[in-house]
């Protein structure tokens, strides 16, 4: 069994910081890509940003510049630092992991259950 627990969400003001973070646990291999995405009432769900094993990311455009994804030693856990956050940036955020629970099983995406991230002008 696999589980990814979010955990760092909350009310800020427009112009304040948030930190997430999502620890991955359980019967897991390797970890090839994790992430985060966040979904608006009414709005698909959207990546936010990524980094792979290797530490490559990827950031949505609209948070280039104000977001930094990162991952531990471990490889097991993943942050999210949100600076200079806006009203637009109010969503529930999703850990998401791209794993192997085995050598030779194929990968599969996991989610978290959701924090909500609220940004009040």
């Known amino acids: 069994q696999v589980q990814l627990v979010e955990s760092g969400g909350g009310l800020v003001q427009a112009g304040g910081s948030l930190r997430l973070s999502c620890a991955a646990s359980?019967?897991?291999?390797?970890?090839?890509?994790m992430g985060w995405y966040r979904q608006a009432p009414g709005k698909q769900r959207e990546l936010v940003a990524s980094?792979?094993?290797?530490?490559?990311?990827n950031y949505a455009d609209s948070v280039k510049g104000r977001f930094t994804i990162s991952r531990d030693n471990a490889k097991t856990t993943v942050n999210l630092q949100m600076n200079s956050l806006k009203p637009e940036d109010t969503a529930v955020y999703y850990c998401?992991?791209?794993?192997?629970?085995?050598?030779?099983?194929?990968?599969?995406?996991?989610w978290g259950q959701g924090t909500q991230v609220t940004v009040s002008s």
């Open positions: 998401n992991a791209n794993l192997r629970r085995r050598s030779w099983s194929a990968s599969y995406d996991y």
């Open positions: 359980g019967s897991i291999f390797s970890i090839n890509v």
């Open positions: 980094i792979t094993s290797g530490g490559s990311t």
